[in-house]
């Protein structure tokens, strides 16, 4: 089956009807709007906080003058709607258990209940939400909108269960109580350095969590060095800054530009006052009872290792270069990575086990916005598992005519930041709210494109 479908909807992992809700904002149906959005995406103003956004990069108006600002767009909107009430379907009586309560295992949840199963999620940690609550940090999400965004939940009759880390014995007592089951426990150990004196090294994830946990300042008045270019390393920079550390250096192995973390986070960073060090690889540390004395090899473009080394004392350094799966209590088909092996429809080799979020993807597939698709297409799949129904192929789309019947000339409203200086020493949001004519302003710049 073909549907043809707006750029900005095409390129969105979730095919969140963007153009749909942006017109309805036009016409002032607020309400409307939001059930809209709820249709593919249950956490809007999370995630527009977070996301990197492809609907945007591929937005029509960009060849125009700028893409519209659909992460602010829905921030307003979330910020206006917050007591969205779904619509739960007859209970069908099925039992689904969810491994997991971050933003996959939440979302598929939502989707689940509303088709009327039971559903029950468990989850090692104390609250709900992972590596969205226990990572990001709140300057970018505050958890308040994460816990106002997350209430459906007990709203739902979802059965809750934190505190509760699955093992081999819990799963097996899972598979044999449930009709499906969901592992969505996503990729929580840190990858390690092929580094001399690693051990040194302190966790970039288990950093951003402590400070989650209101655990102890480690980084106060230190120089501190971060391995590792992706949205971890930039978002540990940005917190050692932010909880007084005294220089914070980022070494990468490549270029600046050739970074996986956002663009607007590198230059946040660098506003912040944080030094970027590119092409260069860590090779030893080595403790000398109170400074780590790191020793990095220069590397070419082409990572290629150079005959030239540097050294240079720290008295931290934090390694931030990547996150790896571990599914112990799993028997099931696993990648050589570790990360589960799941058909076209989310399915393990076992019939009534799916899988779906960081679990199973892998590089630039570990984005919040491609486990909340998935979460929808596995929970659709359940359904007719559940109803001993043939699983469906997922639609192929296909992109439609650009419209480029122009008739508002405002330029793009920028997403306004609180100035470096009076941000970097605190965690409160960065960005600030737009006013209500502002909102509606933007808006009307979306082209509807082939509406
Ligand atoms: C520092 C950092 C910054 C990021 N920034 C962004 C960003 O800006 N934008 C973006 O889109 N993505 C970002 N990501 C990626 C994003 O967070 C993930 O893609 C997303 O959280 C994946 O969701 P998930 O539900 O699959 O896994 P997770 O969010 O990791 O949730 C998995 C859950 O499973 C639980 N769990 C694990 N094992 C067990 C077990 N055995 N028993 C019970 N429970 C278990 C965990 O406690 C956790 O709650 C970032 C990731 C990190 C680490
Ligand atoms: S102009 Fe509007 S409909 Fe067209 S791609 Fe941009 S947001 Fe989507």
């Given at each position: 089956?073909?549907?043809?479908?707006?750029?900005?909807?095409?390129?969105?992992?979730?095919?969140?009807?963007?153009?749909?809700?942006?017109?309805?904002?036009?016409?002032?149906?607020?309400?409307?709007?939001?059930?809209?959005?709820?249709?593919?995406?249950?956490?809007?103003?999370?995630?527009?906080?977070?996301?990197?956004?492809?609907?945007?990069?591929?937005?029509?108006?960009?060849?125009?003058?700028?893409?519209?600002?659909?992460?602010?767009?829905?921030?307003?909107?979330?910020?206006?709607?917050?007591?969205?009430?779904?619509?739960?379907?007859?209970?069908?009586?099925?039992?689904?258990?969810?491994?997991?309560?971050?933003?996959?295992?939440?979302?598929?949840?939502?989707?689940?209940?509303?088709?009327?199963?039971?559903?029950?999620?468990?989850?090692?940690?104390?609250?709900?939400?992972?590596?969205?609550?226990?990572?990001?940090?709140?300057?970018?999400?505050?958890?308040?909108?994460?816990?106002?965004?997350?209430?459906?939940?007990?709203?739902?009759?979802?059965?809750?269960?934190?505190?509760?880390?699955?093992?081999?014995?819990?799963?097996?007592?899972?598979?044999?109580?449930?009709?499906?089951?969901?592992?969505?426990?996503?990729?929580?150990?840190?990858?390690?350095?092929?580094?001399?004196?690693?051990?040194?090294?302190?966790?970039?994830?288990?950093?951003?969590?402590?400070?989650?946990?209101?655990?102890?300042?480690?980084?106060?008045?230190?120089?501190?060095?971060?391995?590792?270019?992706?949205?971890?390393?930039?978002?540990?920079?940005?917190?050692?800054?932010?909880?007084?550390?005294?220089?914070?250096?980022?070494?990468?192995r490549r270029t600046r530009n050739e970074m996986p973390a956002e663009i607007s986070e590198i230059n946040g960073a660098l506003e912040e006052g944080i030094i970027f060090k590119e092409l260069?690889?860590?090779?030893?540390?080595?403790?000398?009872?109170?400074?780590?004395?790191?020793?990095?090899?220069?590397?070419?473009?082409?990572?290629?290792?150079?005959?030239?080394?540097?050294?240079?004392?720290?008295?931290?350094?934090?390694?931030?270069?990547?996150?790896?799966?571990?599914?112990?209590?799993?028997?099931?088909?696993?990648?050589?990575?570790?990360?589960?092996?799941?058909?076209?429809?989310?399915?393990?080799?076992?019939?009534?086990?799916?899988?779906?979020?960081?679990?199973?993807?892998?590089?630039?597939?570990?984005?919040?916005?491609?486990?909340?698709?998935?979460?929808?297409?596995?929970?659709?799949?359940?359904?007719?598992?559940?109803?001993?129904?043939?699983?469906?192929?997922?639609?192929?789309?296909?992109?439609?005519?650009?419209?480029?019947?122009?008739?508002?000339?405002?330029?793009?409203?920028?997403?306004?930041?609180?100035?470096?200086?009076?941000?970097?020493?605190?965690?409160?949001?960065?960005?600030?709210?737009?006013?209500?004519?502002?909102?509606?302003?933007?808006?009307?710049?979306?082209?509807?494109?082939?509406?």
């Amino acid at each position: 089956m073909t549907k043809k479908i707006a750029p900005c909807i095409l390129n969105c992992p979730a095919h969140v009807d963007i153009r749909g809700y942006i017109n309805l904002i036009k016409e002032k149906k607020f309400v409307q709007a939001i059930e809209l959005i709820m249709e593919t995406l249950p956490l809007p103003g999370t995630i527009a906080r977070i996301c990197p956004h492809p609907c945007q990069s591929n937005c029509t108006r960009k060849l125009k003058d700028a893409a519209i600002n659909i992460p602010q767009l829905r921030i307003f909107l979330s910020e206006m709607q917050k007591n969205f009430v779904p619509q739960i379907k007859n209970n069908t009586g099925k039992k689904v258990a969810i491994i997991g309560a971050g933003v996959a295992g939440i979302c598929c949840t939502y989707f689940l209940r509303l088709s009327g199963h039971d559903v029950s999620i468990f989850d090692a940690m104390p609250k709900i939400g992972g590596m969205l609550r226990y990572s990001i940090p709140e300057y970018r999400l505050p958890e308040k909108v994460l816990d106002c965004e997350t209430n459906f939940l007990s709203a739902m009759n979802v059965n809750l269960f934190c505190n509760t880390k699955i093992d081999a014995k819990k799963f097996q007592e899972l598979q044999n109580n449930f009709d499906a089951l969901v592992i969505a426990t996503g990729a929580w150990e840190s990858s390690k350095l092929n580094c001399e004196g690693s051990e040194y090294f302190i966790d970039g994830i288990k950093f951003l969590r402590n400070i989650k946990l209101k655990k102890e300042n480690i980084v106060e008045n230190k120089k501190i060095a971060v391995i590792g270019g992706g949205n971890t390393a930039l978002d540990v920079c940005r917190s050692a800054i932010r909880l007084g550390a005294k220089n914070v250096i980022n070494i990468y192995r490549r270029t600046r530009n050739e970074m996986p973390a956002e663009i607007s986070e590198i230059n946040g960073a660098l506003e912040e006052g944080i030094i970027f060090k590119e092409l260069l690889t860590p090779v030893k540390v080595v403790f000398n009872g109170q400074k780590k004395i790191l020793t990095l090899q220069k590397l070419k473009k082409n990572l290629e290792p150079e005959n030239e080394f540097l050294t240079e004392e720290f008295d931290l350094i934090i390694s931030a270069i990547g996150q790896k799966v571990n599914t112990n209590f799993f028997d099931g088909e696993k990648n050589i990575d570790g990360t589960i092996k799941v058909n076209d429809f989310f399915q393990t080799n076992y019939k009534n086990i799916f899988a779906i979020g960081d679990a199973i993807n892998k590089g630039k597939d570990r984005i919040a916005i491609k486990a909340i698709a998935q979460a929808k297409i596995v929970a659709k799949h359940i359904d007719n598992f559940l109803a001993n129904k043939l699983l469906e192929k997922p639609i192929d789309y296909k992109i439609i005519k650009i419209n480029g019947d122009e008739k508002n000339s405002n330029m793009r409203l920028k997403m306004q930041e609180i100035l470096p200086n009076e941000r970097k020493n605190n965690f409160n949001e960065i960005i600030l709210p737009w006013s209500y004519d502002e909102f509606l302003k933007e808006a009307a710049r979306c082209l509807n494109c082939g509406g």
